[in-house]
């Protein structure tokens, strides 16, 4: 899947949950707490494949979904450069210390599997957007 197909499909799921909780009478603190991975395993099966298996994407005590991805993160499927004789097709905007670029075959893609930078309660409290296609717009290169 590209980039762009992932994150528009995630974008739609997105809102029609926070669409959801905003109708149940949540506020910004009860959706931020809503996102907590234990509470989406059990009451939102579908938001994210690995919740079949309660498998974290990070291996973090409290991981927050509510930016999944991350605002920080860039990308560009037709690619943002070339590297030698590779093309790089994401990156990180802050060069994260816990973040990498690795190269699969001729691309070269960020990997932040060690980085929990937006899964964090604070992060998310920090950034908080309703509206997650706006707090992505960065994202898109
Ligand atoms: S943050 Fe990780 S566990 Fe949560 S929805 Fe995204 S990939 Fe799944």
Redesign the pocket.
């Known amino acids: 899947m590209s980039y762009i197909a992932w994150f528009e499909a995630h974008a739609i799921k997105h809102k029609k949950l926070v669409a959801k909780l905003l109708e149940c009478g949540m506020d910004k603190e009860v959706i931020i707490e809503y996102f907590d991975?234990e509470n989406?395993v059990q009451h939102e099966k579908g938001?994210?494949p690995?919740?079949a298996d309660g498998q974290?994407?990070?291996d973090i005590p409290s991981?927050n979904?509510y930016f999944?991805?991350c605002p920080n993160f860039r990308f560009d499927d037709k690619g943002v450069k070339k590297i030698d004789k590779k093309t790089q097709y994401s990156y990180c905007e802050i060069d994260s210390k816990d973040g990498a670029l690795r190269v699969y075959g001729e691309a070269i893609h960020q990997d932040c599997s060690k980085c929990s930078v937006p899964?964090l309660k604070s992060y998310v409290e920090k950034n908080f957007d309703l509206d997650w296609r706006q707090a992505m717009q960065g994202c898109i290169v």
């Open positions: 991975f989406m938001f994210c690995l919740y974290k994407c990070h991981l979904c999944c991805a899964h």
